[in-house]
T-cell receptor, first 111, second 118 residues
Framework: EDKVVQSPLSLVVHEGDTVTLNCSYEVTNFRSLLWYKQEKKAPTFLFMLTSSGIEKKSGRLSSILDKKELFSILNITATQTGDSAVYLCALNAGNNRKLIWGLGTSLAVNP | GAVVSQHPSWVICKSGTSVKIECRSLDFQATTMFWYRQFPKQSLMLMATSNEGSKATYEQGVEKDKFLINHASLTLSTLTVTSAHPEDSSFYIC??????????????FGSGTRLTVV
């Protein structure tokens, strides 16, 4: 059965800290892995990863995929209070393109 | 970038009434629309997958007669919660992918509809 496991489930840090969020998965037909940020409304897209070892970067956020060890990490450097959100990892697997979601990591950045 | 417009953003309705939620893709053709429900502090739960012009595929445990999905055009999909009850109160979100094999930045979400049934 395809599944996505995120860790930690929640995290509290201070502004300026660097955080690493983890997403491990099991899948029979991998297509891509996606990261989303969810604040109070619908998730907003961060990254889509398809190839191992290629870091994707957007400002203070970066992500990388390891298809051999079946995990991805999302790094946030110099965290700000605006980074407080739930970060969701999703797996695109199979022919029907539906996403398999992790439970998310709830990040709180305190001033 | 691609945009999915979802309406209404929030709705309060009386128990027993029906509520329709619309999702429109504004600048691309959404051949596939995914409908999710999310309860507080929980992850997204896929309810159904709809493809333009065909019947929706519902996930196990989701009542298709209660959650009616229509995807009659490439830019519009609707979810109707029929005879809503308080336990249907939740955050409903649509997500679309285009007909060109997927957008380079993944799936696009609507802004969500918070439904409260009283």
């Amino acid at each position: 059965e395809d599944k996505v496991v995120q860790s930690p489930l929640s995290l509290v840090v201070h502004e300026g800290d660097t955080v690493t969020l983890n997403c491990s998965y099991e899948v029979t037909n991998f297509r891509s892995l996606l990261w989303y940020k969810q604040e109070k409304k619908a998730p907003t897209f961060l990254f889509m990863l398809t190839s191992s070892g290629i870091e994707k970067k957007s400002g203070r956020l970066s992500s990388i995929l390891d298809k051999k060890e079946l995990f991805s990490i999302l790094n946030i450097t110099a965290t700000q209070t605006g980074d407080s959100a739930v970060y969701l990892c999703a797996l695109n697997a199979g022919n029907n393109r539906k996403l398999i979601w992790g439970l998310g990591t709830s990040l709180a950045v305190n001033p | 970038g691609a945009v999915v417009s979802q309406h209404p953003s929030w709705v309060i309705c009386k128990s027993g009434t029906s509520v329709k939620i619309e999702c429109r893709s504004l600048d691309f053709q959404a051949t596939t629309m995914f409908w999710y429900r999310q309860f507080p502090k929980q992850s997204l739960m896929l309810m159904a997958t709809s493809n333009e012009g065909s019947k929706a595929t519902y996930e196990q445990g989701v009542e298709k007669d209660k959650f009616l999905i229509n995807h009659a055009s490439l830019t519009l999909s609707t979810l109707t919660v029929t005879s809503a009850h308080p336990e249907d109160s939740s955050f409903y979100i649509c997500s679309a992918r285009d007909g060109q094999g997927g957008l380079s930045y993944g799936y696009t979400f609507g802004s969500g509809t918070r439904l409260t049934v009283v």
